[in-house]
């Protein structure tokens, strides 16, 4: 039973993973990386993380991958990209170089650290009663690990303010948006504050 | 693996349980199917009472098989692909708004008798067993899981069609659908703190003695759970995402035939999902008195669906009589007022648990949490309207510290 799931979740999480490298089209990548995030948190549920998979699929495929898709569409590149231009120089050889160390890293702890596949689950019983999961990794984290867990929301909480800093600098009061006159355009100094003007008025 | 905490697994599977398991799925799904039939029948008729016509009156007695003659209608129509739509992405996204529907179902109980240390259990074949497709430890985080699943559904709908109506209205559903998601999150989390568990059945039962969590948590976090619903649901007064003023039928414009009724479908299946849910977590699901000793196992699943029916008559009757929200509107009522105060009233009712546990006195708790809320609130409307004046100043002014949207 366990080895059955196990085969058929791998199988969805190569087979998204594939998909997103294969993919020409962003949204159709995205929607894979979805596929391998599902069977991640299917091995999850197999090693009786269950809290782990719903957080899963509500963090990862719920808020992150939904981003990348808003993002997508709303700057308008959900077109195929054209193959031939290289946005930054020497990034292929460089990704082949490090996509064949990971390959190497990989089979070397198959092959040699492990004595190969066992099949079995990681931990030997479940973690006390059916809410026992969640309790103990809710425990560990407020009390071990409270240190961490802070400097992250920490960290967070940074990277949202630095983001509405960077996304929302006022320098002087703001143009109108400019009307259909064609003047207006002409004759407005900033053009970067009439941009931004529009911005805000979408948001 | 631990699949459920249902006693029904507890002697392991066999072939009854098998039969008592799949019992259960083909009644949930049937009676979700049906209720859609009957609840879109009850929608038009009440809004045709409400606005002083009659509603549809002409297929079977009272036009109660309305819906049935629509279905078969929509079954039979041209099944239209647009030019420049995605075909893969455009033929599944229907099914990705309709699955989740189904499934969060599966975790609500909706009958069982909880009371007097009874656990919620019926004989079925003879196996005790819950009154709720499943019973997974993770409980409602699952709900919060499937309804952001649902988000795809409504995203690639619009997505894929290859149409700016489309596109317009299922960005405007997904940033709603995100946005209210977080007020809706918060709210559940008081009811776990009152709750101390993640199981709807453990989360019923708690609530077997009157002590609904609607009254134990205060009020505010099913206020908040009943407006973000709404919103999730994109059910007037926040259903600017089918706007039809504005934006021909929103993401389903491009969508016709059948797969337009399994938006529908969805949609209703949602709306029906949600008051459930709504039941389950803050009204006390099927606990209520027992009238009739007779028919003792019925009321609970009487009870369930009263309350169920109460909530979609609030959902039909704010159709009826709210306008629709603008677009600012709503993102300021999400994000300015729900999110903030969900929060604060999590932190509150966190404060007063561990009051609880040390002994310190309730009154001082309340009283000194309340006066950090309301400084809070204080302090975020302040920087808000700080924010709004320096983003708005006034064509030509420069004198901005005076002026407050």
Do not use: C
Not at chain 2, 50 to 57: D, E, L, T, V, Y
Not at chain 2, 77 to 105: M, N
Not at chain 2, 380 to 393: D, N, Q, T, V, Y
């Amino acid at each position: 039973m366990d080895a059955t799931v196990f085969i058929v979740a791998a199988t969805i999480i190569m087979g998204g993973a594939i998909g997103v490298v294969l993919s020409r089209n962003p949204v159709h990548a995205a929607l894979f990386l979805v596929g391998t995030l599902f069977g991640v948190a299917v091995l999850f549920v197999l090693q009786d993380a269950t809290f782990l998979a719903a957080v899963q699929v509500i963090v990862y495929a719920g808020a992150i991958v939904i981003l990348f898709l808003f993002v997508i569409m709303l700057l308008g590149v959900d077109r195929a990209e054209d193959l031939g231009v290289e946005p930054i120089a020497g990034q292929r050889p460089l990704a082949a170089v490090i996509g064949a160390s990971m390959v190497g890293l990989l089979l070397t702890v198959l092959l040699v650290a492990v004595d190969g596949p066992t099949g079995k689950s990681a931990t030997t019983a479940p973690l006390g009663d059916a809410g026992g999961n969640t309790r103990r990794l809710g425990e560990a984290l407020f009390t071990d690990y409270v240190f961490a867990v802070e400097l992250t929301a920490l960290l967070l909480t940074v990277a949202v303010v630095g983001a509405v800093v960077l996304s929302r600098r006022v320098t002087g009061p703001l143009q109108p948006i400019p009307g259909p006159d064609p003047r207006s355009e002409q004759s407005g100094d900033t053009p970067d504050g009439a941009d931004r003007a529009e911005e805000e008025a979408a948001q | 693996m631990v699949l459920a905490a249902d006693p029904l697994f507890d002697a392991g599977v066999d072939g009854r349980v098998l039969v008592v398991v799949l019992l259960k799925v083909g009644v949930a799904f049937a009676l979700l199917l049906v209720a859609v039939m009957l609840m879109i029948w009850f929608e038009r008729k009440l809004i045709g009472d409400m606005q002083n016509r009659i509603g549809p009156a002409v297929a079977g007695p009272w036009g109660i098989l309305q819906t049935l003659a629509d279905g078969i209608k929509l079954f039979f129509k041209e099944d239209l692909l647009p030019d420049q739509a995605d075909r893969t992405v455009f033929r599944l996204a229907p099914y990705l708004s309709l699955v989740p529907a189904f499934l969060t179902f599966a975790i609500v109980p909706i009958g069982g008798n909880f009371t007097d240390g009874a656990d919620g259990t019926v004989s079925l074949l003879g196996r005790r067993t819950l009154l709720q497709v499943a019973d997974p430890p993770v409980g409602i985080l699952l709900f919060l899981a499937l309804s952001s699943i649902a988000v795809y559904g409504v995203m690639l709908a619009g997505w894929s069609s290859g149409s700016k109506y489309p596109l317009l209205g299922s960005v405007r559903a997904t940033a709603q659908m995100i946005s209210y998601e977080a007020a809706l999150g918060l709210s559940i989390a008081s009811v776990f703190l009152v709750s101390g568990t993640l199981s709807t059945s453990g989360i019923v039962a708690g609530q077997a003695t009157w002590n609904w969590n609607v009254a134990a948590t205060g009020v505010v976090p099913f206020l908040v759970f009943v407006v973000a619903g709404t919103a999730e649901l994109n059910r007037p007064p926040f259903d600017l995402v089918e706007a039809e003023q504005e934006l021909v039928g929103g993401f389903h414009t491009e969508y016709s035939s059948i797969r337009f009724a399994l938006f529908y479908l969805a949609e209703f299946m949602n709306m029906i999902t949600m008051s459930a849910i709504a039941v389950t977590l803050f009204l006390g699901g099927p606990n209520g008195p027992i009238l009739i000793d007779g028919i003792a196992w019925m009321w609970p699943i009487l009870w369930f669906f009263l309350k169920v029916l109460a909530f979609l008559f609030t959902f039909v009757w704010l159709r009826a009589t709210l306008p629709r929200f603008r677009y600012d509107q709503l993102m300021d009522l999400g994000w300015k007022v729900l999110i903030p105060v969900s929060l604060g009233w999590f932190l509150l009712i966190a404060a007063l648990n561990v009051a609880r546990d040390r002994g310190w006195p309730v009154i001082v708790v309340v009283a000194v949490g309340m006066l950090a809320l309301l400084a809070g609130s204080a302090l975020l409307s302040g920087a808000i309207a700080k924010a709004g004046s320096a983003e708005r100043p006034a064509v030509g002014s420069d004198d901005r510290e005076g002026l407050h949207s």
